[in-house]
């Protein structure tokens, strides 16, 4: 039986029938679904950089969770644990900022994606998901964009503290400002890992774990665009203005994606 045929056989499972099966390690579900059909090719060439099983595992990804994700933009993660997460009993819940029509007619075939769940995720937003539910809460290069708006880091760790079943973790990948020092409100994407563990761990968080999954030691973190001079984004000059003399996106091309923490917490 090949991945594919794998998923789609768990697929076809009664959740009850996983009940034993619940919280292993993720193993071949989730390679058949990085592997999966359903992925854009904008996304899979993107694993080398994000490393999507070592990345879920390591926070703990297990059959049958609630999983919810914080702000999905190009559905990344969705491409995958939507499909894994319908093929092992579980669910998985978009907490989305903005305007949800386009994100949801993208995931709207239940025999690709299952039933993708998506919930308001705003300053004035109420809870993500019942209180006490998630077994896993996670956000991907987004904690800088909060720190920009007063308050938004609170409401937001107040959120996912609130959707967590006690002890369950919590999950953030961010551009790591480390060993220089953060710039104000980290606007230029990077985040020093001191600020963000203390803000976490303030919200109610044990630190329960650390890795190198993501690191780049070629990131050199002094771009004229920030991190987003760097791949995905490759910007190329500041709004309304000309890419300057000698700009060169192939030197950028050739770091690759930043160098992130990838941090594991646990609700307390």
Request: no cysteine; hydrophobic share 40%.
């Amino acid at each position: 039986m090949n991945r594919r045929q794998l998923a789609l056989t768990l697929a076809a499972l009664p959740v009850a029938g996983l009940a034993a099966r619940a919280f292993a390690a993720p193993g071949e579900a989730l390679q058949a679904a990085i592997d999966g059909p359903q992925r854009t090719e904008k996304n899979r060439v993107r694993d080398p950089w994000r490393h999507p099983a070592a990345t879920l595992a390591f926070w703990g990804l297990a059959p049958g969770m609630t999983v919810v994700e914080i702000d999905p933009s190009g559905g990344y993660w969705v491409e995958i644990l939507a499909p894994y997460l319908k093929a092992t009993g579980g669910r998985y819940v978009a907490a989305q900022s903005g305007d949800t029509a386009a994100f949801k007619a993208r995931y709207a075939d239940p025999a690709v994606w299952g039933e993708v769940t998506v919930t308001p995720f705003e300053m004035t937003s109420g809870p993500l998901v019942p209180d006490g539910t998630a077994h896993l809460v996670f956000t991907s290069r987004n904690f800088h964009d909060w720190m920009w708006t007063p308050g938004r880091v609170d409401k937001a760790l107040a959120d996912f503290h609130a959707a967590l079943k006690p002890a369950a973790i919590l999950g953030l990948e961010e551009h790591r400002a480390d060993p220089r020092p953060m710039v104000a409100q980290a606007r230029d994407g990077y985040v020093s890992t001191a600020y963000l563990e203390d803000a976490v761990k303030e919200a109610g968080f044990r630190l329960d774990g650390a890795s190198e999954i993501n690191a780049n030691p070629k990131d050199t973190k002094d771009y004229p665009f920030g991190v987003w001079t760097l791949p995905p984004t490759r910007r190329t000059h500041a709004k309304d203005q000309p890419t300057p003399a000698g700009f060169d996106p192939a030197a950028y091309d050739a770091i690759g994606e930043s160098d992130r923490m990838t941090l594991r917490f646990v609700k307390t």
